[in-house]
């Protein structure tokens, strides 16, 4: 609820937020955009942008970045899929390359809107850092940067152990991978401010007004609500996780929780134990992986590993898993033992949205009147801004690099009804929550190999 926006998360807590009314009565627009996070106010900033006479309304169930954009871990970064290896294997060299290229500019695109919109939105461009803490991992660092060298993609660096080491103290790092690509900020800041930004430029926004059906004609889409109704030329789906409620969307994504820990400000003395100079974002390379990074007041963010798969959607009474808090206090301390006097202060969960192949995907339903964007895995503060590129192009009809990227009217893959996904699901994640912690390959139970074979079978490409 509203009321409780401040609790969901330490961003969303820092500023005095009023929500816009709730939609009363009927209106009409050229697109409505259901979902207030980044997706949707991406979309009505690169639409206003293009085409300033353009009418748009947005409606958001809660409050603008209530969901997953006022929650996460504030990286923008090029990661699409589990790795950049991982992205040539599913959409092939010269797609992973475009698609990494877009992001790059999305990351770098946000920086430019931030300062030309006056957005305050924290932003520390100090780059990643992704490190190994096994066998198993070190393989795929080495195999991300042969591939970056492949595809002569610049930015990213292979390094040693003395390299890790010098960068960021831990015993646990063995090697890393750096890229200059990869923004920190804070998320429910940038959301709020691109809500200011899109209201400037003609956006009409309604909060606490969810969608309760959708009822597309040859001639126009009617969003209705519990309060009123929205004709509109074309609508967009946004609403990534929470398209677990949508009856359209369903089928094609998993509704997973990342959860976080935010320290105490740390000391210089505390700091200068780690190192971390450069302050940059840091990720490790487990399936199910860390994501760590510290903030402009001083604090260190720490999150990841367990990732509970909740099949009913997101629900405020997952926004809290004392069993994942202490893992990750756990994990802490394995990795930064020198660091066990710092406490910390908040904690927190939010949604996330994961694809059968771990890749976003943008597109129409049937006909060219309703449009989606979901599907963002965990790192969607830049492929939002990605996506919503494509959306921007595929609403005016206009020719672009973005519309023909290998997200863009890709074939969706049916999960299936629960009876079977959800066993599927949970034996997968079992199994990669064990791969992890072993770091090393171990062979998968019959139910995972079954998952595993469900994605290759719709890599034929458009729909």
Not at 327 to 356: C, K
Not at 419 to 436: H, I, M, N, S
Request: net charge neutral; glycine share 8%.
């Amino acid at each position: 609820m509203v009321q409780d926006l401040a609790t969901r998360s330490y961003w969303l807590s820092l500023d005095p937020y009023e929500p816009n009314p709730p939609l009363e009565g009927d209106v009409r627009t050229d697109v409505a955009i259901v979902g207030g996070g980044f997706t949707g106010l991406w979309t009505a900033y690169h639409l206003l942008k293009a085409d300033p006479g353009i009418t748009v309304v947005i409606l958001e169930a809660n409050a603008v970045g209530y969901g997953a954009s006022g929650r996460n871990g504030g990286f923008a970064m090029t990661l699409i899929h589990r790795s950049l290896a991982d992205l040539v294997d599913a959409v092939g060299a010269e797609q992973a390359k475009a698609l990494h290229r877009a992001a790059e500019e999305s990351v770098h695109s946000i920086e430019r809107v931030c300062a030309e919109e006056g957005i305050e939105a924290d932003l520390q461009p100090n780059g990643l850092i992704t490190v190994s803490n096994s066998p198993l991992q070190d393989d795929i660092i080495r195999r991300d940067v042969e591939t970056a060298q492949r595809l002569g993609i610049e930015g990213i660096a292979y390094l040693d152990h003395d390299a890790v080491q010098a960068a960021v103290h831990s015993e646990t790092f063995r090697y890393g991978m750096r890229e200059t690509a990869c923004t920190l900020l804070n998320p429910a800041r940038l959301a709020r401010g691109l809500k200011r930004t899109v209201e400037r430029l003609g956006a009409r926004i309604y909060e606490s007004t969810p969608m309760t059906r959708l009822a597309p004609s040859e001639r126009d889409v009617t969003v209705f609500t519990p309060r009123g109704r929205v004709v509109a030329q074309r609508v967009l789906l946004a609403a990534n996780a929470y398209s677990a409620r949508i009856p359209e969307l369903r089928r094609f994504v998993m509704p997973f929780y990342s959860y976080i820990l935010l320290s105490e400000p740390l000391t210089d003395e505390q700091w200068a134990r780690v190192g971390w100079a450069g302050r940059e974002g840091m990720e490790d390379r487990r399936v199910f992986l860390h994501y760590f990074r510290p903030t402009i007041d001083g604090r260190l963010l720490w999150a990841g590993r367990d990732a509970p798969y909740h099949p009913d959607g997101p629900h405020p009474r997952y926004d809290r898993d004392e069993y994942v808090f202490r893992r990750l206090q756990e994990t802490f301390q394995w990795t930064f033992p020198q660091l066990h006097d710092v406490r910390f202060e908040y904690r927190w969960g939010g949604p996330i949205g994961v694809t059968a192949e771990f890749l976003p995907l943008v597109g129409w339903l049937k006909g060219d009147r309703v449009a989606y964007a979901f599907g963002y895995n965990g790192h969607g503060v830049a492929i939002t801004h990605l996506a919503s590129r494509a959306v921007r192009d595929l609403i005016l009809d206009r020719d672009s690099d973005e519309r023909r990227l290998a997200i863009v009217n890709r074939k969706r893959i049916d999960l299936g009804p629960a009876l079977l996904r959800d066993p599927l699901v949970r034996a997968t994640v079992k199994y990669q929550l064990r791969r992890d912690d072993e770091g090393r390959e171990i062979p998968p139970p019959f139910l995972a190999r079954l998952m595993q074979r469900l994605a290759p079978a719709a890599r034929s490409g458009r729909e």
